[in-house]
């Protein structure tokens, strides 16, 4: 089956615009989280969500925003970008069940790399 | 406080050695995952183990093998006979139950491995 798929894979900003990156989740799969990697603070969680809503936030300034679509796919947002926001972002989707499986394997992407100018 | 730390931030061994990739997290839950993760150099991370806290036996995949303590909470990987496809950057992770933490990793800062010919 088709895995994550994230897009664009690569774009590049100039600061004080906004970003908008896509994430479609494995078929059945309901949650979707979204992480920032960068080379000085690592892999950082930023949100997820579940049937449309936001379940867990990061600790992340409110310019960064998601959202999530009746068919799981989720789209983030990030506005007036800064240098610092040089990243790549990772999508990761899971069913979203945690009864009595436990934690779920998440399951990522292969990101989308955005280069702030 | 969630933590996972990666002492080893790179590491460089010849084809066909054994290497260790240390991992010693810090949790106040009872009840938690640790995960490893692949990143080739693409970008996607690559799931390869879950273990949840109760289980402390250690497991081998073929030449993949983790040692789980939890007296000094550590998940070590080892990778038997190294082989050049191994060279990556290696992560592991730590997930809490609950609200605070759906679809939440807590991830080391990584170890990148070199495996030469």
């Known amino acids: 089956k088709a895995g994550v798929t994230q897009t664009p894979r690569y774009l590049i900003k100039t600061r004080g615009q906004q970003v908008t990156l896509s994430c479609s989740p494995i078929s059945g799969h309901r949650s979707v989280s979204w992480y920032q990697q960068t080379p000085g603070q690592g892999l950082q969680f930023l949100f997820e969500y579940f049937s449309e809503t936001q379940r867990n936030k990061g600790n992340f300034p409110g310019r960064f925003s998601g959202r999530q679509f009746s068919n799981s796919r989720s789209e983030m947002n990030v506005s007036t970008l800064e240098l610092g926001d040089s990243a790549l972002y990772l999508c990761?989707?899971?069913?979203?069940?945690?009864?009595?499986?436990?934690?779920?394997?998440?399951?990522f992407g292969a990101g989308s790399r955005l280069t702030v100018l | 406080a969630q933590k996972v730390t990666q002492a080893q931030t790179e590491i460089s061994v010849v084809e066909k050695e054994d290497v260790t990739l240390d991992c010693v997290y810090e949790t106040r839950d009872t009840t938690y995952y640790l995960f490893w993760y692949k990143q080739p150099p693409s970008g996607e991370l690559v799931f390869l183990i879950r273990?949840?806290?109760?289980?402390?036996q250690n497991e081998i995949s073929g030449r993949y093998s983790w040692n789980f303590q939890k007296s000094t909470s550590s998940f070590n990987f080892t990778i038997t006979a190294s082989q050049v496809v191994d060279s990556a950057v290696y992560f592991c992770?730590?997930?809490?139950?609950?609200?605070?933490?759906?679809?939440?990793?807590?991830f080391g800062q990584g170890t990148t491995l070199q495996v030469k010919p």
């Open positions: 273990r949840n806290s109760f289980d402390e």
């Open positions: 992770a730590l997930k809490g139950l609950g609200s605070s933490n759906t679809g939440k990793l807590i």
């Open positions: 990761a989707t899971n069913s979203g069940g945690e009864g009595a499986s436990g934690a779920n394997v998440l399951t």
